[in-house]
């Protein structure tokens, strides 16, 4: 047979011929973080790398291919959709409901006085109550929530950072009033104070107090709630404030990193508690940079952990994440376009591996999801999990050379950031001067010119806009809401034994003060019926707040 | 004393997603604008001290938690109740078009949601304010 190839032998001369005969299209070829792609990518892109040395079989060392063996041939991704709204009542209704439609994981969404550790009669709550989740002021919020939900039988994920001591005493004592015990109880709490400096802002103590409330969790759990993730170290929101994905990436490890020192420091064995980490990624739009980020993110996380930090379990050593689509990427002009951006994206989180997946409803632009809507975005996720095939192979775009190339690329950024991290003395002392917000701040602002400029396309927005705002139905709450839930708590603090709130709330103080568990303390005040406001008052008398600064 | 138009941003309540406000803030300056950003959690008794304070000719109130019309109108409220109605008072963040008609009888001048882009608010801005040299 004659040799019929006669094409080019490399990338390079391709490039230079074939290629360059032809015009390009006067577009943005970067990526959405604006990273720069070729064209192409093929085996001269791959000489070198080691199959077993870079990815490994799924569930092996480094886990690049994923965390475990059968993935989702074994287990689908947790269908989590985050909820809530209101108050228990409200809430309950729409985990019911999502349950009934086959939601396989409950997420609960709190409202920002109880994020901010406030009652909902604080005078600063005024307006905000049930607003942006569900009201919780004491543990009876909790039952209610949960209410006709059997939690030995259902895993529960809570977005709660500064207060999330008391959020899960509350969720420990809710269980112990359904007669499940502290070690039947499965879920998570997002617990990651750091990038609350960094991105999400929902902060109420310093850094060292909050690293050892942290550590505190750590502990406690470790003893006494084996099945629970005491924290999900998040880039979500560090993306959603304007990061690129490699800064996500970078920012979101060396906050693990730093939890994981925390947890030395405070003289707990590093295989005591690293298994039980968790982490939230963000599922942008570029489909191919998100999976090279998560691939990227598990070959790391192992690496330092068996590496540099010298974990012995093979559990400790292992990235489990939950993956939301990206709120920001999503659109108030022609909000039916969202279902598209967030298809992709939670295409891009199973294509990455995630254990766990949320999508974003439609209407998420304008207010929280109605019912409607919520439904559209659990059916995502099934057509993908039973339509599509994407279950079927594990880690399929391995071996694409341009996902390897992008993977391996991420992973390099990190390690060029952790290092500039390091120089600046860590997490920490890099939040107090302000380098993460700054670098945010400025990709951030980049990106709205590129936007603003038509170098970036939004369909609908700054192309194909068609001027019309038709009227999507949204969730309102309901005014009177607040008045009921203030009347409510009022009631609550009237009927309940003064004597017990007040031990409770001094045994507590005692603890922040004198370096002990805060957790024993906290769950007797829970079951005294003390409020959230009041335990989170009691510990800023002694931790003091933090005051943000106002970088731009 | 400069001619330049004096802007506060301000995010009041709770709400703590800032990109925009930043965003706005910086794009404000780059126009040649001096900018104040006022940072996080701001009560609206803090904002109007912060305004009189700066002597701004505009109040941007950046806000995503849902609670515009119980914040946004206590901050015109208290403006009003000393005195002060030549601050150009904005709203911009998560507000639903149907909330916008109870702003702006309330005293909000115009309100930037989703999409809008810092260009459109610079032109705004220049358009009503007027300069403290003026």
Not at chain 1, 296 to 324: C, G, N, V
């Amino acid at each position: 047979m004659d040799d019929v190839r006669d094409g080019s032998r490399t990338k390079a001369e391709w490039l230079a011929g074939a290629y360059s005969w032809q015009n390009t299209r006067d577009a943005d070829f970067t990526s959405v973080s604006s990273a720069e792609v070729e064209p192409i990518y093929d085996p001269g892109d791959r000489v070198g790398h080691d199959y077993h040395r870079e990815l490994g079989y799924p569930g092996e060392y480094p886990y690049t291919r994923g965390v475990h063996p059968t993935m989702y041939r074994g287990h689908l991704w947790t269908m989590r959709q985050f909820a809530g709204f209101g108050g228990a009542e409200d809430t309950n209704g729409r985990f019911r409901f999502l349950l009934d439609q086959g939601q396989t994981g409950l997420s609960l969404a709190l409202d920002l006085p109880t994020l901010m550790g406030r009652d909902s009669d604080d005078p600063r709550s005024e307006g905000e109550v049930g607003r942006c989740g569900v009201a919780m002021d004491s543990v009876l919020d909790m039952e209610r929530v949960f209410e006709g939900i059997p939690l030995d039988q259902v895993t529960v994920s809570m977005t709660t950072n500064a207060p999330a001591t008391i959020l899960l005493a509350f969720y420990l004592v809710a269980a112990e009033r359904q007669g499940v015990k502290h070690d039947q109880v499965g879920g998570t709490i997002q617990n990651d104070i750091l990038k609350e400096y960094i991105a999400q802002n929902t902060y109420i103590f310093p850094p060292e107090p909050s690293l050892r409330l942290i550590t505190d969790i750590f502990a406690f759990c470790g003893e006494h709630v084996p099945q629970w993730n005491t924290i999900s170290i998040s880039g979500y929101h560090i993306r959603e404030a304007g990061a690129t994905a490699a800064q996500e990436l970078a920012f979101t490890l060396a906050d693990g990193f730093a939890y994981v020192e925390a947890g030395i420091a405070a003289g707990l064995e590093v295989d005591s508690f690293a298994p039980r980490l968790s982490f939230f990624f963000n599922a942008h739009i570029d489909l191919f940079e998100e999976v090279a980020k998560f691939r990227a993110a598990r070959r790391i996380w192992a690496r330092h952990m068996r590496e540099r930090y010298r974990a012995k379990d093979p559990r400790s050593w292992l990235m489990r994440f939950h993956t939301q689509t990206a709120g920001c990427s999503l659109t108030a002009q022609q909000p039916e376009n969202n279902v598209v951006r967030t298809t992709i994206e939670a295409l891009a989180g199973v294509l990455g591996g995630t254990q766990s997946l949320h999508t974003n409803s439609l209407d998420e632009v304008l207010s929280l999801p109605t019912e409607r809507a919520a439904e559209i975005a659990l059916r995502t996720q099934q057509v993908l999990a039973y339509e599509s095939g994407v279950a079927n192979v594990i880690d399929p775009l391995a071996g694409s050379y341009y996902v390897e190339s992008l993977t391996d690329r991420m992973e390099a950024e990190a390690e060029e950031y952790f290092i500039k991290i390091e120089e600046l003395g860590g997490v920490v002392a890099a939040i107090a001067k302000g380098f993460f917000q700054q670098e945010i701040a400025d990709a951030s602002y980049r990106y709205q010119m590129a936007v603003e400029s038509g170098r970036k396309v939004v369909v609908g927005v700054n192309r194909f806009a068609t001027g019309v705002r038709p009227a999507v139905e949204t969730l309102r709450i309901d005014k009177e809401f607040e008045m009921r839930q203030v009347d409510s708590l009022r009631a609550l603090r009237e009927r309940r034994d003064a004597s017990p709130v007040a031990r409770g709330l001094e045994d507590l103080r005692a603890a922040c003060a004198d370096g002990t568990n805060v957790m024993p303390p906290i769950l007797e005040c829970t079951r005294a019926m003390c409020t959230l406001g009041e335990m989170v008052a009691t510990m800023k008398s002694v931790f003091g707040v933090y005051q943000g600064s106002a970088v731009f | 004393m400069s001619g330049k138009i004096r802007v506060v941003i301000a995010k009041p309540g709770l709400d703590g997603h800032d990109r925009g406000a930043k965003v706005i803030a910086r794009a404000l300056r780059d126009a040649g604008m001096e900018v104040i950003y006022t940072g996080l959690h701001q009560t609206a008794e803090q904002i109007v001290e912060t305004a009189i304070q700066e002597d701004a000719d505009v109040v941007g109130l950046s806000i995503l938690s849902g609670a515009h019309l119980t914040l946004v109108p206590k901050v015109v409220r208290i403006l009003r109740g000393q005195g002060i109605d030549d601050i150009v008072v904005l709203a911009g963040g998560t507000i639903p078009d149907e909330d916008h008609d109870e702003l702006k009888r309330e005293g909000v001048a115009a309100i930037f949601t989703p999409g809008a882009t810092t260009g459109e608010i610079i032109e705004y801005i220049t358009s009503v304010a007027t300069g403290s040299a003026a």
